[in-house]
């Protein structure tokens, strides 16, 4: 079966930080680009990164470039999201999605078929 499994949220002080994990079980994470979303109360599901399925292009959303970072282990089958600088307008669930074919490329925009249960990041003072 199929999993994506989210960890490393958890509660943080303004402009500190966090990162966080999407390990893979039932496939190889290798092949696939890996999204990074976030939802907030209220508020529609917002793309946050992706990282193609080498890792070789990446992108991020307006609101966390230069702040955040995402990158792949493909030996450990996981894919991660540094957040530094965190803001309380960071506040949300973060899910990994993954795209189930190759691509060179990535988008948040595309259709992702594989999708974690979410990990709550909470930055408040």
């Known amino acids: 079966q199929l999993q994506l499994v989210e960890s490393g949220g958890g509660l943080v002080q303004p402009g500190g930080s966090l990162r966080l994990s999407c390990a893979a079980s039932?496939?190889?994470?290798?092949?696939?680009?890996i999204g990074w979303f976030r939802q907030a109360p209220g508020k529609e599901r917002e793309g946050v990164s992706c990282?193609?399925?080498?890792?070789?292009?990446?992108n991020y959303a307006d609101s966390v470039k230069g702040r955040f970072t995402i990158s792949r282990d493909n030996a450990k089958n996981t894919v991660y999201l540094q957040m530094n600088s965190l803001k309380p307008e960071d506040t949300a669930i973060y899910y990994c999605?993954?795209?189930?074919?190759?691509?060179?490329?990535?988008?948040?925009?595309?259709?992702?078929?594989?999708w974690g249960q979410g990990t709550q990041v909470t930055v408040s003072s």
């Open positions: 039932g496939f190889n994470l290798y092949y696939y680009p």
């Open positions: 990282i193609s399925s080498s890792g070789g292009s990446t």
């Open positions: 999605a993954a795209i189930g074919y190759v691509s060179s490329r990535c988008a948040t925009d595309w259709s992702y078929d594989y």
